[in-house]
């Protein structure tokens, strides 16, 4: 199983400010991975595939980037709606597996 | 516009089987690959198992021994199915569509329904 791990676990980021979120995978999965946004008691959105690729109507400000084992995920200039838990997930194999999340909160 | 919706009882004795059927509306089942992820409370994401349209699965080793995924095309519903629940199984279920070939992202997921194991 590929372990996924996300750091930091919360940040603590001004409104405007970027944010710079990290997941790293315990073996390669290439570009097969994807970014969630999860806001209080709704289902996770789709931000990112393919390590890069935006989601329909994913705002601009939202960047992937990584690939094989290192991944990241940049918000340009964080806007109120954008503070919520974002997970990583890696569908190069079996089973598909989550990191643990990363809290984006209000500095 | 695919929209996936979860239902089933809210709670469920310890011992007993969790049922839990996902219907997809604004597309057809048999077009699509399809998984169930849970979120235990204040915790992370789990994938639980995925069901293609043709109907072949893959389960997480963790719980294979007791999660089933089926499909039924004549309702555009999949289910799931887990026996013998402990209060560990008490969770949020969703739904999720997963791309085939490649594209394996979840895509769009359901609302989400909370179960509860307790006596």
């Known amino acids: 199983e590929i372990v996924m791990t996300q750091s930091p676990a919360t940040l603590s980021v001004s409104p405007g400010e970027r944010a710079t979120l990290s997941c790293r995978a315990s073996q390669s999965v290439g570009s097969k991975l994807a970014w969630y946004q999860q806001k209080l008691g709704q289902a996770p959105r789709l931000l990112i595939y393919?390590?890069?690729t935006r989601a329909t109507g994913i705002p601009g400000r939202f960047s992937g980037s990584g690939s094989g084992t290192e991944f990241t995920l940049t918000i340009s200039s964080l806007q109120s709606e954008d503070f919520a838990l974002y997970y990583c997930q890696q569908y190069n194999n079996w089973p598909r597996t989550f990191g643990q999340g990363t809290k984006v909160e209000i500095k | 516009q695919l929209q996936l919706q979860e239902s089933g009882p809210g709670l469920v004795k310890p011992s007993e089987t969790l049922s839990l059927t996902c219907t997809v509306s604004?597309?057809?089942?048999?077009?699509?690959?399809w998984s169930w992820i849970r979120q235990p409370p204040g915790k992370g994401l789990e994938w639980i198992g995925y069901i293609s349209y043709s109907g072949s699965t893959n389960y997480s080793p963790s719980l294979k021994s007791r999660v089933t995924i089926s499909l039924d095309t004549s309702k555009n519903q999949f289910s799931l199915k887990v026996t013998s629940v402990t209060a560990a199984d008490t969770a949020v279920y969703y739904c999720?569509?997963?791309?085939?070939?490649?594209?394996?992202?979840?895509?769009?997921w359901g609302q989400g329904t909370l179960v509860t194991v307790s006596s």
């Open positions: 604004g597309g057809s089942i048999s077009s699509f690959h």
């Open positions: 393919g390590a890069s």
């Open positions: 999720a569509r997963e791309g085939g070939a490649g594209t394996n992202w979840f895509d769009p």
